[in-house]
């Protein structure tokens, strides 16, 4: 059974930092694209950023390019994302997100979801 699951999230200040992990588990990720999503209250799930479990470049939203790392520790089998520079129009739920094969930032390819970690920038 395969499961994501996500850690990290909580409420931080406008302009602070925060670490998002996901740490898969049930299968083999080797030859799979990882991504996070996020959904804000009142609006659609939408992309951040994604990365081949086995490397290479990533892709990210225009939104948190220059602020967003995604990253992940084949040793600790977990991906990061590493926000920087929060405002409030990053509160949301993020989500993590698993599909075989290349990235993509269409969330109706990912096959496998966590159930989200809340993540809340005060002003």
């Known amino acids: 059974q395969v499961q994501l699951v996500e850690s990290g999230g909580g409420l931080v200040q406008d302009g602070g930092s925060l670490r998002l992990s996901c740490a898969p588990s049930?299968?083999?990720?080797?030859?799979?694209?990882m991504a996070w999503f996020r959904q804000a209250p009142g609006k659609e799930r939408e992309f951040v950023a994604a990365?081949?479990?086995?490397?290479?470049?990533?892709s990210y939203a225009d939104s948190v390019k220059g602020r967003f790392t995604i990253s992940r520790a084949n040793a600790k089998n977990t991906v990061y994302l590493q926000m920087n520079s929060l405002n409030a129009v990053d509160t949301a739920v993020y989500y993590c997100?698993?599909?075989?094969?290349?990235?993509?930032?269409?969330?109706?390819?990912?096959?496998?979801w966590g159930q989200g970690t809340q993540v809340t920038v005060s002003s």
């Open positions: 997100a698993a599909r075989a094969g290349a990235h993509t930032s269409n969330q109706y390819e990912y096959d496998y």
């Open positions: 990365i081949r479990w086995s490397g290479g470049s990533a």
């Open positions: 049930g299968r083999t990720f080797t030859n799979y694209a």
